[in-house]
């Protein structure tokens, strides 16, 4: 037992320090280290051009920093990448110490970065989560009844609150959401003219996807540019392209392969 009292004490002795500290106790995470870091994920020294580096929510996370970069030759968009803090504590602590021992390290894969969203892609990624909750809602009493609900106004009536708990009747834009099944019932659209007036596609179309499905009446289709129109788990298409969450570090991209297939390593990063 008495062999075991400096492991005991090292590790009280650390989490005091890491529970008080803030970002702006951590040494900066400078661009050229980062650059550096990101040179040596990828597997070569490829340009990196550091864009910025920011702390991750200071208060509950101060060891973490997000650094957003480009490469300049690569004609990809900006993507992010994390960094967190390798802690290294000594063999022993005497006291405490000025700064945390350890040094910034990558921490993520790198993905995309977003721009902001305007007001009008806030409103359609408002309105492609509501439909599939809607959705969600509609298959599950497909699933209990073997059929889907039936047309009409009393849609929200079927599905709260078994199945939802508040039906978004309205879509961001103020319009009703429209919910059109079949003779069969056995598929169903649910649609949205976005920011449009009227929809683009004809009255044939909606109710040709409510009797047969959206695979078999999507070709040759052209929805406005904001609308949304949704069947049997499947959008007609999106606005835009929905991020994909836990991609390779530089997705289709090899900057630095070789034609004998192999990279150059990158220097261990500097302080």
Not at 97 to 110: C, D, L, M, Q, T
Not at 144 to 165: F, H, N, S
Not at 203 to 216: D, I, M, N, P, Q
């Amino acid at each position: 037992m008495r062999s075991a009292l400096p492991f005991l004490v090292l590790v009280l002795g650390a989490e005091g320090p890491l529970a008080a500290q803030t970002a702006d106790d951590f040494p900066p995470l400078t661009r050229d280290f980062a650059a550096a870091a990101i040179q040596k994920a990828i597997g070569c020294p490829v340009d990196v051009l550091v864009l910025s580096v920011e702390a991750d929510e200071p208060d509950e996370k101060p060891a973490s920093r997000t650094v957003v970069f480009r490469l300049p030759e690569s004609g990809t968009a900006d993507l992010g990448v994390g960094f967190d803090w390798e802690w290294q504590l000594p063999n022993a602590v005497e006291g405490e110490w000025s700064e945390p021992p350890g040094r910034w390290k990558v921490a993520s894969a790198a993905s995309p970065v977003r721009p902001l969203d305007s007001d009008e892609t806030r409103k359609v990624r408002r309105a492609v989560a509501e439909m599939r909750t809607i959705a969600t809602a509609v298959e599950a009493f497909g699933v209990d009844y073997e059929v889907y609900p039936p047309a009409g106004t009393g849609l929200w009536k079927r599905l709260v609150p078994t199945y939802l708990r508040r039906f978004p009747a309205r879509d961001p834009w103020g319009n009703a959401y429209r919910y059109e099944t079949g003779p069969a019932r056995d598929h169903y659209v649910l649609a949205s003219t976005g920011g449009e007036e009227f929809s683009r596609l004809p009255e044939s179309y909606f109710r040709e996807v409510a009797a047969t499905g959206l695979e078999s009446s999507a070709t040759g289709r052209l929805a406005g540019p904001s609308e949304l129109v949704y069947s049997d788990g499947t959008f007609l298409r999106l606005p835009f392209p929905e991020s994909v969450e836990g991609m390779a570090f530089l997705p289709g991209l090899h900057p630095c392969a070789s034609p004998g297939g192999g990279a150059p390593e990158a220097a261990e990063p500097g302080g």
